[in-house]
């Protein structure tokens, strides 16, 4: 185990050790990418869960440790390290039990008082991170933290290599571990199978994806170099606010359309002559299944604005965006076969390369549960955004006396990273919108 200074007293006392399956995943199994996969090598996903001082009554770092040595032996391929095949220098990952890195912290709040905070880069001090290189092989791809609150109460932090998987997949792993926390077993059943050379597809190009922007090659320092200093803050968005751009056309488009026809036009607005009219929106693909899947199968739509979107209504930018509109195409075997087409050597940005809006509003960031209990807070955020920036849209919290599985009127969390510039400026127009 090492110990680590923090140079911030939010979290402190950092201890930082390996976990990997409890039995040994055996030799010579590797875990192919597909080309979605590479495309997305440049992108991490980085989220917090907080749980209450009942949740982690008596729960210990041998306790976590213990579930997660059979959690691992499902997902296997999340401790493993990235190769390059020869003699074409493909990545791939080889399946051998480096394991996960675990962290441990201490903070001197409360949970209650961490979630008054105002600071949104607060919530980088519960999530340990390190990008992918530049020794590919000693570079863990899944960091885990466990942070303990002066009140009893914990957060648990994942930093994510987004090759292994979207944030769905993020999400079933970790509700997977709760439920190990719970038997401190794995069950058999779910272990997910790494994908052989001969499982990954080679799609046929048919024209150039506009949601996937080539990058100057990286080398294997997995980093993409901005052009500005990026910024993450976020929001909650009630029943209340979405009543506030409410009108007689809102009953036939969901929430997330209408949260992002808002932001869509306000970023337009900030930008004055440099307005987004062509956005990125990622969203769950309906024939996925649930269960402990890793893979990237988010629907990956481009769509493109031919009016002016400042002086657009929201109804019409929310139908553009909306799912059943047949503007979007998705993009996700031409950005596989423009990636293969150098076998998965040329690196690209999907987040950022166009203004993207990501829809998790149905992501089970909720069902997480330690000794019976949800998340009382669930934070996600993207490292690696372009400069066009990002917009995530979560589920809130259950309103309090309600259950995960009876919301009731339903809070939505909304994730923005942009250019430092731009932030105060949205700020203020997202107030004039009634949003924030």
């Known amino acids: 185990m090492v110990s680590l200074q923090q140079d911030h007293d939010l979290v402190y006392n950092l201890k930082l050790s390996s976990v990997g399956p409890g039995h040994v995943t055996g030799s010579d199994v590797v875990h192919d990418l597909t080309g979605l996969d590479l495309a997305m090598k440049l992108h991490y996903l980085k989220a917090v869960y907080l749980f209450t001082s009942h949740a982690a009554e008596g729960l210990t770092v041998t306790n976590m440790k213990e579930a997660m040595f059979c959690w691992c032996n499902d997902y296997f391929m999340t401790c493993g390290r990235i190769r390059r095949s020869e003699p074409s220098g493909r990545p791939y990952i080889k399946c051998n039990d480096c394991g996960i890195r675990f962290v441990e912290g201490v903070c001197d709040k409360t949970v209650e008082e961490w979630l008054e905070m105002e600071e949104d880069s607060r919530w980088n001090s519960l999530v340990y991170h390190r990008a992918i290189g530049p020794e590919l092989s000693f570079s863990p791809l899944v960091y885990l933290q466990a942070t303990t609150f002066k009140c009893g109460g914990i957060s648990l932090g994942i930093s994510w290599a987004h090759l292994l998987g979207d944030a769905f997949s993020v999400s079933n792993f970790i509700n997977d571990w709760g439920r190990c926390m719970a038997t401190l077993k794995a069950n058999g059943s779910l272990t997910v199978a790494p994908r052989s050379q001969t499982a990954v597809p080679k799609p046929e190009p048919r024209g150039e994806p506009l949601s996937a922007k080539q990058v100057n090659h990286v080398g294997d320092l997995w980093v993409i170099a901005n052009n ?209």
């Open 228 to 436: 500005c200093k990026m910024e993450t803050f976020s929001f909650n968005v009630t029943p209340q606010h979405l009543s506030n751009f409410d009108d007689e056309d809102h009953g036939t488009r969901s929430a997330f359309d209408s949260i992002c026809a808002v932001i869509w036009r306000s970023i337009a607005k900030v930008r004055k002559g440099f307005e987004p009219q062509v956005v990125t929106v990622f969203k769950k693909d309906p024939n996925r299944d649930n269960n402990n899947v890793l893979g990237n199968t988010q629907i990956i739509r481009s769509i493109k604005a031919d009016f002016s979107v400042v002086e657009s209504d929201l109804n019409r930018l929310a139908s553009l965006i909306a799912d059943d509109q047949d503007q979007g195409r998705d993009e996700r075997s031409m950005i596989e076969a423009a990636v293969e087409k150098d076998e998965g050597l040329t690196d690209y940005i999907i987040y950022g390369s166009n203004l993207t809006f990501v829809n998790l509003v149905n992501a089970c960031f909720y069902e997480m549960e330690l000794k019976g209990e949800n998340p009382k807070f669930a934070y996600y955020s993207i490292q690696g955004v372009g400069d066009e920036g990002a917009v995530l849209v979560l589920p809130g919290p259950p309103p309090q006396g309600s259950t995960v599985e009876n919301y009731g009127e339903r809070s939505y969390l909304v994730t923005l990273t942009l250019p430092e510039g731009e932030v105060s400026k949205l700020k203020t127009e997202l107030k004039r919108n009634g949003l924030l």
